[in-house]
């Protein structure tokens, strides 16, 4: 067993404290990975507090991850000691189901769906993984993304969740050069939608109950903002989206943004994991609208909006910390008062470990 140190949550009422695990030995199709960054996700705040009443404990979050490779399995063959790697919300799926053999391993329907990086368990022991906000993470090469070498490794963290969860379903949904794209939010999955339906060629409008996150949108690339309060505005945009992203991690009403879609056109959510409020059947109906979701994106997936951003020139724009500030990052989460991705740099965590 491979020594760890992390930061973890007792239950869910206890901040993150230093904890110390084991992680398995390696397979031989595995990949150890000295774990440099780690970006701090809402859903990190939820899971640690159970707010989905699913948490196993200790939690130990973390599922936007890059680190180099310290040492691989004898089967690996795509990475060696020394390479920039990521890992993002999946570690395991069946492998053989429909959405596996296509790639999607992010809808495995096997009989354990796929496995979460951290507060999932491990096949076939049950036992609970742990992220990384952590020094190691020992994870199969299936599951290990390649950071390309143009993107600053702390700043590729959180393309591998807020990232790869926006362009999953701006690519499913066929968002393309010209079209009128909504983003609903401005957080972390938002600011990400943003830069990269721009990048796409959309026109990209932020929906947002901030007017101070007005300046923030443009300087994203955004061509309008929308404050949701002002009723007139709002009127102003209906039936004139082909597509909106709806960001928001809490249960909301989203039956104005059904009105802002065009004819054919869908709303694709991918925050909520609680149930809405009522729909408004009619309006969808009356404009053959869809109300949509997606989860994450698949690996082939998470690969490809790395390399795209790379291509793109795309950052996630981010506030590194230290491992002892996540418990202050956690709250100044759930105040949104982070523009807009917190990244831990773990060299902090190895720090404190060795003053101890
Ligand atoms: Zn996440
Ligand atoms: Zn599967």
Same mark, same amino acid.
């Given at each position: ?18 904890? +110390? ?52 399995? +004898? ?29 999607? +391993? ?251």
């Amino acid at each position: 067993m491979i020594k760890s140190i992390g930061y973890a949550a007792k239950n869910q009422f206890s901040s993150l404290h230093s904890f +110390e695990f084991e992680r398995r030995d390696p397979n031989p199709d595995d990949v150890v990975i000295d774990v440099l960054f780690c970006g701090v996700c809402h859903s990190d705040v939820h899971q640690v507090k159970n707010e989905w009443a699913n948490t196993v404990y200790p939690c130990l979050p973390g599922h936007e991850i890059v680190g180099r490779v310290f040492s691989v399995g +004898e089967k690996v063959t795509r990475y060696r000691h020394g390479d920039m790697v990521g890992v993002g919300c999946m570690v395991d799926s069946c492998g053989v189901c429909e959405s596996c053999q296509e790639g999607l +391993e992010n809808y495995c329907s096997g009989k354990h769906g796929w496995t979460a990086t951290y507060n999932g368990p491990m096949k076939p022991d049950g036992t609970n993984t742990y992220g990384g906000y952590s020094n190691y993470i020992v994870v199969k090469e299936h599951f290990v993304l390649s950071i390309p070498d143009a993107l600053e490794p702390a700043a590729a963290a959180p393309i591998l969740c807020a990232g790869v969860t926006t362009y999953s379903p701006l690519k499913h949904w066929k968002v393309s050069p010209g079209q009128k794209v909504g983003v609903v939010g401005l957080g972390g999955l938002g600011h990400m939608a943003v830069k990269l339906a721009v990048a796409m060629g959309a026109y990209v409008t932020v929906f947002t109950t901030h007017k101070e996150k007005e300046d923030d949108a443009f300087a994203l690339g955004a061509s309008g903002v929308i404050i949701e309060s002002d009723k007139a505005a709002m009127a102003s945009q209906e039936r004139s989206f082909d597509f909106i992203l709806d960001t928001i991690p809490q249960k909301h009403d989203v039956n104005p943004f059904i009105l802002c879609l065009k004819r054919d056109a869908t709303l694709c959510l991918v925050g909520p994991l609680e149930p809405l409020a009522p729909i408004n059947n009619q309006q969808v109906a009356m404009g053959r609208r869809c109300v949509a979701g997606s989860v994450i994106g698949g690996i082939s997936e998470t690969q490809e909006v790395l390399n795209f951003c790379a291509e793109h020139s795309i950052a996630p724009n981010i506030e590194i910390i230290g491992i002892g500030g996540v418990n202050d990052a956690f709250k100044r989460i759930e105040k949104e008062d982070v523009r807009f991705r917190f990244v831990i740099d773990m060299q902090t965590l190895k720090a404190e470990a060795a003053t101890n």
